[in-house]
């Protein structure tokens, strides 16, 4: 049977992760289609569970500014003013905030371990679908999780509440200045199995 390469099918495989971005900004009513298309994503009881807050212009500074506390927190970054330290405190921060738009996906944490499994797969769900929207847009997208997501000081200096909300992924969003080249992927035979009797 003949499949046509229709749309849906070319941005699955087309679409990659974008490290490098213009400095152009995404406009608001490209990023509401571009969420919309990620909330038809499947979702048990129809919770929707994914939220986002989309830290962009000035917005970026205080989101950036505690990252870098919470790395150094961590001991990621050294916690002293050394120059060197400082050097490298601020090409990270110049690096984070070149970035258009940082994008949290976060969700309400769910003490039933069953039903925080649904609420995450579906979020989960919702970024895929959205970064695959997002391709179609000429929008790129890198999904990160970095260790300051579980740093609950982090929420609390960018308006989230630890307590309630737990962060899912953070997207970095912008026009790609570069895409980079297709990695390929293992022939699926040598991860599927059928089982017939
Ligand atoms: C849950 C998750 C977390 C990721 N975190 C990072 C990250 O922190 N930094 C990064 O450079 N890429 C991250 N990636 C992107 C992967 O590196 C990327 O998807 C993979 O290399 C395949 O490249 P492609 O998306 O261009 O096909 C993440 C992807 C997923 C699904």
Do not use: C
Not at 33 to 38: A, K, L, W
Not at 49 to 74: L, P
Not at 105 to 132: G, P, T
Not at 170 to 190: C, F, H, L, N, S
């Amino acid at each position: 049977m003949e499949v046509w390469e229709i749309d849906i099918l070319k941005a699955i495989k087309e679409r990659r992760s974008v490290h490098t971005f213009k400095e152009e900004l995404v406009n608001e009513t490209i990023l509401k289609e571009i969420f919309t298309y990620g909330s038809y994503a499947p979702s048990h009881y129809m919770k929707e569970s994914w939220n986002i807050k989309i830290y962009e212009k000035a917005g970026k500074n205080a989101f950036v500014d505690a990252i870098m506390k919470s790395y150094q927190r961590i001991g990621m970054i050294r916690d002293n003013n050394d120059p060197k330290t400082l050097k490298m405190i601020h090409s990270m921060k110049n690096f984070l905030l070149a970035i258009p738009h940082h994008a949290v996906v976060y969700f309400e944490k769910e003490d039933d371990q069953v039903r925080y499994e649904e609420e995450y797969s579906s979020v989960v769900a919702f970024i895929q679908n959205s970064q695959l929207a997002a391709w179609e847009y000429g929008v790129g997208m890198l999904w990160t999780i970095t260790p300051y997501m579980h740093d609950p000081q982090v929420g609390e200096e960018i308006g989230l509440d630890g307590k309630r909300f737990k962060m899912a992924a953070v997207m970095q969003i912008g026009y790609p200045a570069r895409i980079p080249r297709d990695k390929g992927r293992t022939p699926i035979e040598e991860k599927l199995e059928f089982v017939r009797e």
